[in-house]
């Protein structure tokens, strides 16, 4: 069932000619993806320091050409740049990462993905994840749950943080990095937002946090399958995540069922590595 908490539009649209649009435009991603993947490509810096591809570049316009096309009228706010609308302007908008988890794509590792989302007012009311080296696909739209690969998926319900499975950054080993030291958990880690956010969707992980400001490409998706999958998301103010700020960004993300969500947040909220204090600690470099 989805989250309570959920920021949906006070009635859920139909959106099934979207969700098929955006799967499709997926899989025809993944595809591209999976043709480069653990092959040699071309590969620049961004401004900020982080690595685009000539992959990168082709699956943004693989799906901006199929999602825009099929609806001329919505906004469109991608990693790799804005097209058509303006995406703050419009009602609906798209928000797309095309490959997120580059660097791990570069690694040859299985964990990248593309992700989609539609927004609706700011909030964002479908989502797709696609995970081709993984074999998986995620995908959620406002009111009709959540699921992998077709088959109906849920948060851990567990309630104890002891022990639990924890997507985190390596500062939860370092207890000078929090308010309080952490107790005994499994802590697990992936270069691709998206795919914690879906791993914790479908209980592969009991929670995820992630300190610092995150770009709404890589949390969009993930916000609406974590929700429709019965879970929370929030920033570290513990509000659920809005899409309407020029700079697209939110500060931190804490996600898990309703057992673990308030301990986690409070972690969250506990970081304070990267500043004095928690506050700055949020709102240092990203990913």
Same mark, same amino acid.
């Given at each position: 069932?989805?989250?309570?908490?959920?920021?949906?539009?006070?009635?859920?649209?139909?959106?099934?000619?979207?969700?098929?649009?955006?799967?499709?435009?997926?899989?025809?991603?993944?595809?591209?993806?999976?043709?480069?993947?653990?092959?040699?490509?071309?590969?620049?810096?961004?401004?900020?320091?982080?690595?685009?591809?000539?992959?990168?570049?082709?699956?943004?316009?693989?799906?901006?050409?199929?999602?825009?096309?099929?609806?001329?009228?919505?906004?469109?706010?991608?990693?790799?740049?804005?097209?058509?609308?303006?995406?703050?302007?419009?009602?609906?908008?798209?928000?797309?990462?095309?490959?997120?988890?580059?660097?791990?794509?570069?690694?040859?590792?299985?964990?990248?993905?593309?992700?989609?989302?539609?927004?609706?007012?700011?909030?964002?009311?479908?989502?797709?994840?696609?995970?081709?080296?993984?074999?998986?696909?995620?995908?959620?739209?406002?009111?009709?749950?959540?699921?992998?690969?077709?088959?109906?998926?849920?948060?851990?319900?567990?309630?104890?943080?002891?022990?639990?499975?924890?997507?985190?950054?390596?500062?939860?080993?370092?207890?000078?990095?929090?308010?309080?030291?952490?107790?005994?958990? =499994?802590?697990? +880690? !992936?270069?691709?937002? &998206?795919?914690?956010?879906?791993? *914790? @969707?479908? /209980?592969?992980?009991?929670?995820?946090?992630?300190?610092?400001?995150?770009?709404?490409?890589?949390?969009?998706?993930?916000?609406?399958?974590?929700?429709?999958?019965?879970?929370?998301?929030?920033?570290?103010?513990? =509000?659920?995540? +809005? !899409?309407?700020?020029? &700079?697209?960004?939110?500060?931190? *993300? @804490?996600? /898990?069922?309703?057992?673990?969500?308030?301990?986690?947040?409070?972690?969250?909220?506990?970081?304070?590595?990267?500043?004095?204090?928690?506050?700055?600690?949020?709102?240092?470099?990203?990913?």
């Amino acid at each position: 069932m989805p989250g309570s908490d959920a920021p949906h539009p006070p009635e859920a649209p139909d959106l099934s000619a979207e969700l098929v649009a955006a799967r499709e435009a997926a899989r025809a991603a993944g595809e591209i993806g999976l043709f480069r993947f653990r092959k040699k490509v071309r590969m620049e810096r961004k401004p900020d320091g982080s690595p685009v591809t000539e992959v990168d570049l082709a699956i943004d316009e693989l799906l901006r050409e199929r999602l825009l096309s099929a609806f001329p009228q919505d906004g469109w706010l991608s990693e790799e740049g804005e097209k058509g609308c303006h995406w703050l302007t419009c009602r609906r908008a798209w928000i797309v990462d095309p490959l997120d988890g580059t660097g791990g794509f570069l690694r040859g590792e299985p964990y990248w993905c593309i992700a989609i989302a539609l927004i609706i007012d700011h909030a964002p009311v479908l989502g797709v994840i696609h995970a081709p080296a993984l074999e998986h696909t995620w995908h959620a739209s406002v009111g009709q749950g959540a699921f992998r690969d077709d088959s109906p998926i849920h948060v851990s319900d567990r309630t104890e943080l002891t022990g639990a499975r924890i997507i985190g950054p390596a500062a939860v080993r370092k207890p000078h990095c929090w308010n309080a030291p952490w107790p005994e958990v =499994e802590v697990r +880690r !992936y270069p691709s937002l &998206a795919l914690r956010l879906a791993f *914790v @969707a479908d /209980a592969t992980a009991d929670a995820m946090l992630a300190p610092g400001r995150k770009n709404y490409w890589d949390v969009a998706a993930g916000d609406i399958i974590v929700h429709e999958a019965g879970g929370r998301v929030a920033d570290a103010t513990g =509000e659920p995540l +809005r !899409y309407d700020d020029e &700079a697209a960004k939110v500060h931190g *993300v @804490a996600a /898990a069922g309703g057992g673990l969500f308030g301990p986690v947040l409070k972690r969250l909220q506990g970081f304070r590595c990267g500043g004095g204090g928690w506050k700055k600690g949020l709102l240092g470099k990203g990913k």
